[in-house]
């Protein structure tokens, strides 16, 4: 599908397009930069980094692959949102990894909602008893601004929306319980290339598509 038809429709709707480029060179993303486009996702750090270096600094980066403790140090200080928080330990890393950068990082709780063990993300109940502890809440450079979750890879359409509800349902438990006044709490990041139609129907605010935009990967 071409850019202008995908961020046609979802402009229509509202909803975000973060364009993943991982695996992408620099000048596929140009590309995409020079019609207007902001927002890209990388799922590594060691890909995003040189990235960020070699383009044009009014990009907003998304990390939204798995990422390890030791690597929030070389992202932290131009970040524009991490979505991929699966751990409290992840958090309190993020949380002084900003505070040496005089930031504050956006950030999303990544729940695991597939049907799959290798994919990542927070139970309910260990994100709540997150949410609720006094040192989540003495956190002064984190700020949560959603939810992230990626659906089990299968052709089975029926699953893919009940995940995709599953998480949307996630998302309004924890806005009513913890995040009722506060605005910036808004954002579910649901859907990819394969089945962002159904996550759009679900209440998606954000898609991240990668091969649907650039074409499928080598890697
Ligand atoms: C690669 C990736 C995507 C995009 O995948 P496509 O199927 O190419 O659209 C979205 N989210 C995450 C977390 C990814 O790693």
Known sequence: ????????????????????????????????YEKGHRLFGENRVQELVPKYEALPRDIEWHLIGHLQTNKVKYVAPFVAM???????????????????????????????????????????????????????????????????GMATFTDDREQVRREFRSLRQIFERLKAHYFADQPHFREISMGMSGDWDIAVEEGSTMVRIGSLLFGPRNQ
């Open 82 to 148: 991490i979505q991929s928080v699966d751990r409290f330990k992840l958090l309190r890393e993020i949380e002084k990894q900003a505070a040496k950068a005089g930031r504050v990082i956006d950030c999303l709780l990544q729940f695991h909602i597939a049907q799959e063990e290798t994919k990542f993300g927070f139970h309910e109940d260990e994100a709540m008893a997150m949410l609720e502890s006094e040192e989540f809440r003495a956190l002064q450079h984190v700020r949560i601004c959603g939810v992230m």
């Open 1 to 32: 599908m071409d850019y202008d038809s995908l961020k046609r429709i979802l402009d229509d709707k509202g909803v975000k397009l973060i364009a993943v480029s991982k695996t992408q060179p620099p000048e596929r993303i140009l590309e995409l």
